[in-house]
């Protein structure tokens, strides 16, 4: 095995490393002929390095199945992603700019509703949206922001221009495995690190989302309590729960810890009770509070919610957030960032079709098989139609199921998504990826340098999500120096 | 401030893994042991069982009590009670504890883990099953030396005390068994009085010694020839080995002293130690010991049950 980069081909795509076979892009110069000139015995060593790496230091995810939960080995590829410091720092403001009209939509939208007053956005969109908490009309958040912590999905299309796919702004994760990935690839390629590039680094963030977390506290103390919730060790994402727990200092906390006496919340420690300011919190509103939500969760905590009302604990992200990540309201993000900042949004949307409007309903039925069809309110990649690649059987039933639940469907082209080339079996080959920064607003803004870059690990394939056989790729904001 | 979560986790954390390395050292031990031991004694592989306390769930899944049997059940099955699965234990409480431990102790504790799994069905022959039982021994003494050399002195460092020093006073006191008379009949009568301890009591000894790194820490303080009685004072009652039972509740006491709310506990662990250290060996060997053992671990689970009810989440 060794790389060569004449037989590697991206065909019609947009690849983010090598233009066109045998030249790399001017950012991804050095990389490539460092990779040229490994020998197989070199290349295999760093593979198997890097899973060495990931096994020691135990990362990995839980996937759901039929025979149990089982704990994987997290998939990475050791090519690294590299974006030119000049894009990322647009984008960057792009992404600031985009979570700051969301919080001002959602505090909106649980208070004056100024913006359904001015028929900017459908009064019937956010009255009929699962995501609509009723519980948190005229509740005003510290610094008025709901959503504190975002995952914002961008790709990049044929044209190589970034676009937002979507904003996750309820429990979004991932932020541990770029963190780890970075920390396998200076295993991997110190070499790199030291004389090539001036790569950004990424290790700030837990002290950033800490900085964040603790601004948030109601008590006006040094060291607030700031406490990660999570669903416990069978949560797909506990992992990630208890690295960011350890990287912040913080306790980690399971709602058993946790007790809310005179709308005060507690945890349950070997002095007895201790009080908690802050909670970062990685359970869906609906399991938040069985005495208000769901009746029947184990994972929450009873009266917390009502101790979030009265302004004694903090919760991020808050509950209600996610109304503004519905796939629908997506479509409206442009608006909203013009209706509240009167600027033009810098990152743009996909160009997207809703299944409520009918012109737009017909357009959608009528190409059903040239389109990518999505509910409003699934992620992971479930429950969405990629019609290129669908059968007539699977095209009739979306027509059936559009027909009859329109404000539950959205529609986009399908993008042909970017490629970076990974290291195969036995040759490097081009792979379709996205890419998630996280985005923090508290009293200040943040922006992750780079984000987790996921891969499409099979052939051909757009689906990146780790539970369905995708894989994951470092991500170098590199310098033009 | 320590979670009661945490705090239990953490315990269980540390009694596991003391629990894996003596477990190995057991097998060690008896693994050369047998060979020198003559052909009829009633010293078989099921005493192994006997000792971890695990013969009603070997019986209901072995009929034979052959040495291939005991070493798999002990070592490489998933039941529960295997090294293995000791270790899955504890790796499974410290994956649940990482965000309080030095980001080393989960990578090799985690390490520890995937060697055995893939070496242990392997090292049921006895070819390669020393060259394991030593890695695993050595890797344990790793990790409690990573803890002890880079984890603060704080209450979550009490708990990993707390856990490894009760689940050490127990340990010692089953390894006891395997040298107590009640185990060796076929040696014969008065085979552990006086000065009449045939050789192959004397070899029994020195195993049951070495099985605790303890032979030249006896041979330094007790400075007799090796004499059953002797030992077992020595393993149940010295203060000073930090592998006897009275050292290991004397730590417990220490630990106590930082903990809040520990009288309850405290109390259980004096009576313990009030029972070991008064305990007149020689004549309650004459009776036979185990009695004696078991009415002792008995008092060292009760420990347990005191320390759980007084800081552990279920019982708040």
Sequence with gaps: MRVNWKTYNPGKFFDELISSPGYARKPARRLASYLKSLTHDELLQKKTAAELAIKTMGISFTVYSDAGNIDREWPMDIIPRLISANEWDTTSKGLEQRLKALNCFIHDLYNDQKILKDKVVPKELILNSANFRKQCVGIKPKYNVWAHICGTDLIKDADGQFYVLEDNLRVPSGVSYMLENRRVTKRVFPELFENNYDIRPVTEYPTQLFDMLASLSPRNVKYPEVVVLTPGIYNSAYFEHSFLAQRMGAELVEGGDLIVENDKVFMRTIDGLSPVDVIYRRIDDLFLDPSVFNKDSVLGVSGLFNAWVKGNVALANAPGAGVADDKIIYTYVPQIIKYYLDEDPIIPNVPSYLCIDKAQRDHVLKNLDKLVVKPANESGGYGMLIGPQASKKELEEFARRIKANPRNYMAQPLIALSTVPILGDRVVEPRHVDLRPFVLQGEKSYVTAGGLTRVAMVKGSYVVNSSQGGGSKDTWIVGDN | ?316
């Design chain 2, 1 to 316: 401030m320590l979670l009661s979560r945490v705090a239990e986790r953490v315990y269980w954390q540390a009694r596991y893994l003391e629990r894996v390395e003596n477990l190995a050292r057991l097998l060690s031990v008896y693994s050369t042991l047998l060979m020198d031991l003559p052909k009829g004694s009633k010293l078989g592989w099921h005493t192994l069982v006997q000792i971890s306390g695990t013969e009603k769930h070997f019986n209901a899944r072995y009929k034979q009590q052959s040495e291939r049997n005991v070493i798999r059940f002990l070592l490489a099955e998933r039941n529960g009670y295997s090294i293995l699965d000791c270790l899955a234990l504890t790796r499974e409480n410290a994956r649940t504890t990482r965000e309080i431990m030095p980001t080393e102790a989960f990578e090799m504790i985690n390490n520890l883990y995937y060697l055995a799994r893939d070496k242990a069905d392997k090292a049921v022959d006895r070819s390669t099953r020393g060259e394991l039982l030593d890695r695993i021994i050595s890797e344990c003494q790793q990790i409690t030396g990573l803890l002890g050399g880079c984890m603060s002195r704080d209450d979550a460092y009490c708990f990993v005390r707390l856990g490894r020093s009760l689940e050490r006073a127990d340990m010692t006191t089953r390894i006891v068994d395997v040298g107590s008379g009640d185990l060796l009949e076929p040696l014969g009568e008065g085979a552990i009085g006086e000065d009449q301890s045939t050789p192959f009591e004397n070899i029994l000894w020195v195993n049951v010694l070495r099985s605790q790194s303890g032979f030249q820490m006896y041979r330094q303080h007790v400075r007799e020839r090796i004499r059953g009685e002797d030992v077992v004072k020595f393993l149940l009652q010295n203060d000073q080995f930090p592998r006897a039972t009275a050292h290991n509740l004397t730590t417990i006491i220490k630990v106590l002293q930082k903990l809040p709310n520990s009288s309850k506990v405290k109390w259980q662990v004096d009576k313990t130690q009030r029972l070991v250290r008064n305990a007149e060996i020689e004549k309650k060997m004459e009776k036979g010991l185990l009695g004696f053992l078991d009415e002792l671990q008995q008092e060292i689970a009760a420990i347990h049950f005191k320390i759980a009810e007084t800081w552990f989440l279920a019982n708040k």
